[in-house]
């Protein structure tokens, strides 16, 4: 039989023949594998994005940005990839992302870069896919987020001043900048990263308050080894004070109209004209319809296939707790002469209450009128003795009290609805009871205040509880909710719908999943498939007036009754 050598072993032919198709079959596999990886930039990194002239250029060639904004903090991790896949299938080409200072630094000092917040992996996959990023760090985000994305444990300080030089507030964002831009540098274009653009702030002329401030920020991120382009963004009113010199100023609107861009062109001449935020979308507000927007869309590319839905059978609450019984699974209560806003309380190691719901609970003697004086925040339901009495929000401000004997318990369970995100008043979202509440014209005093904030730990612990009583026990309102999703097949994304239900918030799996109210215009929360088991679900619900005991579930989101904004 024929033989040769390869590398100076000898070889039979029927060995030649082996090697020769384990060649082929090898070459077909790393073709295959080659043409099946995103696009790989292989330029030069000499030149990076510039602004000079009326056109944008990359390594010194006009260079076109077409973006879209997916931020990594709002999309389950698992999700990542498949949603930059659907942006390039828009025919994008740039990712833009804001960085919520709150969540990643949720206790002063205390970060957080891991797992859903892991900003490091959503630039490298970015980079991998083949997209350009535009960074936007904040440290005031807007974003439709609490706050702005400004940590709560901020109002600690009765005097802050939110987005100005005052020291309490540039301290903290020096701390938190020394922790995120060290993780952003190598991220740059300039280093091989995908980064070619970092915005300083967000939408500072429209808050303008103090003259300094936007050079303090542009400073603390160059400082920091941001060498990249600088931009700002600002609608047209505040790109009148919302600039910054050495950064481009870019234009946010709603409706295009080619005032804006004269206008731009005219304080900003020669220089590329640039859209940071064209709004294609408005938020919903409780009470209200659901606002969409027409779409008019060119050709594009073809989109990755769409991820399955599944609407799972109906499931029945098996177990509940009521509020009052869940008081033992959360921190030691806070006694005090005299309210306390939640950002003040003495939990989670002296940084405040961030968000959920804060029990005040006080002896009473007598019935009458009692008055809120427009301290609550945002909205608290109002118990005697643990007996529902009413309601107070923004517009109801008194209530009657039934009178009694003797000394009785008066309870009231604030929830913070949420800070605001935009606008001037930003230095007074402090939450829960910000002042005194009068009963006959009386300030009340001694003040047992149990913070319930609804973390995971909490609900877990709730999970594991052996107090659960039986949906065949009398129920008591507010309460827990308990029940179990059992999937049989690997899961698929859901939508959670509760028609018999009143107001109250969704966790699964320890998850939480947001808040539900009947009042609309949302009728459904997202459940995305990866947050759910093969196997059993824990599904707890808090509840605060009624329940019909059934979960039921749908394949598409019900967004509630359209109105065209356009």
Known sequence: MESSSVFGVRLSLKQRYFLLMCVVVGGIIVYRSTRSRPEVRRISRVD????????????????????????????????????????????????????????????????????????????????????????????????????????????????????????????????????????????????????????????????????????????????????????????????????????????????????????????????????????????????????????????????????EKRAYHSVVVKQHLSLWDILPFIDKPFKSEKPVNMENLPVNNNNGQSYGYTLYETVITSGGYLNSKNNIRDRALVFVDKHFVGVFDYKVQELALPDGKGKRTLGLLVENCGRVNYGNTLDEQRKGLVGDIELNKRPLRDFIIHSLDMKPGFVHRLESSSHWMSMRQQQTFPGFFQATLYISRYPKDTFIKLPGWSKGVVFINGRNLGRYWSIGPQQTLYIPGPWLNRGDNKVIIFEEQETDGKIQFASSPDNGMAVDVQ
């Open 48 to 307: 990076g994005l510039k602004a000079n002239s009326s056109q944008f250029t990359l390594e010194r060639k006009p260079f076109r940005i077409l973006g879209g904004s997916i931020h990594y903090f709002r999309v389950p991790r698992a999700y990542w990839e498949d949603r930059l896949l659907k942006l390039k299938a828009c025919g994008l080409n740039t990712l833009t992302t804001y960085v919520p200072w709150n969540l990643h630094e949720p206790e002063r000092g205390t970060f957080n870069f891991k797992d859903q917040l892991d900003l490091e992996a959503y630039l490298r996959l970015a980079a991998r896919l083949g997209l350009w990023v535009i960074l936007r760090p904040g440290p005031y985000i807007c974003a439709e987020w609490d706050l702005g994305g400004l940590p709560s444990w901020l109002l600690q300080d009765k005097n802050m001043k939110l987005r100005t030089t005052y020291p309490g507030f540039t301290d903290a964002v020096n701390s938190f900048f020394n922790q995120l831009i060290k993780k952003v540098v190598p991220h740059q274009y300039s280093k091989g990263g995908p980064i070619i653009a970092v915005q300083v702030e967000n939408e500072y002329g429209s808050y303008f308050k103090d003259k300094d401030y936007m050079p303090f920020i542009k400073e603390a991120l160059t400082s920091r080894g941001i060498t990249e382009l600088l931009l700002t963004s600002d609608n047209k009113e505040g790109l009148k004070l919302g600039g910054v010199k050495g950064a481009l100023e870019t234009i946010n609107f709603q409706k295009l109209n080619p005032n804006v861009f004269k206008y731009l062109d005219e304080i900003q001449p020669q220089k590329p004209k640039m859209v940071m935020e064209y709004w294609s979308g408005w938020f919903d507000l409780w009470g209200g319809l659901h606002h969409v927007f027409t779409a008019e869309a060119q050709p594009l590319p073809d989109q990755p296939p769409a991820q």
